[in-house]
């Protein structure tokens, strides 16, 4: 039986991770003020390389990130300000749209069991689960992110 509270954050996050993508003007996806670094661009990449490595690969799934994404966009990734060439709206579209129906099929199919166990012993005692919800959670502060930028992207478009 699928876990209806994992699809339901799958569903509601996502929906509002592709949302905001797509309502901000073209001027603000590769937008970052002073002080900051990331972009709307970055944060959509980094919520595709967290749902791949804290639930797609838990799940047992192979990770269908092309190369070079989490030097890109993971925890560590290499810094924003050195890069140029950033993937359209319309190709992080496609990357988030894409998962999303990866997500949902490895929810559906994933066993109590599965969801249960430990997900890396080494780093602690949370499960699979845990790990599931905090990449959701780190999403959808990502796309809390993303609003701010657009809001601060139209104010100093005002000034």
């Not at 996806?29 to 797609?56: E, K, R, Y």
């Not at 749209?97 to 997500?103: E, P, V």
Request: glycine share 6%.
């Amino acid at each position: 039986m699928p876990d209806d509270a994992l699809l339901m954050l799958c569903h509601q996050i996502r929906r509002d991770t592709l949302r905001i993508l797509s309502a901000v003007d073209d001027g603000c996806l590769l937008f970052a003020p002073a002080g900051t670094s990331n972009h709307v661009i970055w944060h959509c990449g980094h919520a595709v390389w967290l749902q791949d490595v804290l639930c797609l690969q838990l799940l047992g799934h192979e990770s269908r990130l092309p190369a070079g994404w989490a030097s890109i966009y993971g925890m560590n990734c290499e810094p924003v300000a050195a890069r140029t060439d950033w993937p359209t709206r319309d190709e992080m579209t496609n990357a988030l749209s894409r998962q999303y129906d990866d997500l949902v099929a490895a929810i559906t199919a994933a066993a109590a069991d599965d969801l249960e166990r430990v997900a890396d012993p080494d780093r602690g005692p949370l499960t699979v689960r845990a790990r599931i919800v905090h990449g959701f959670h780190d999403e959808a502060r990502h796309t809390g992110e993303m609003c701010l930028l657009a809001k601060l992207h139209r104010v100093m478009k005002q000034a």
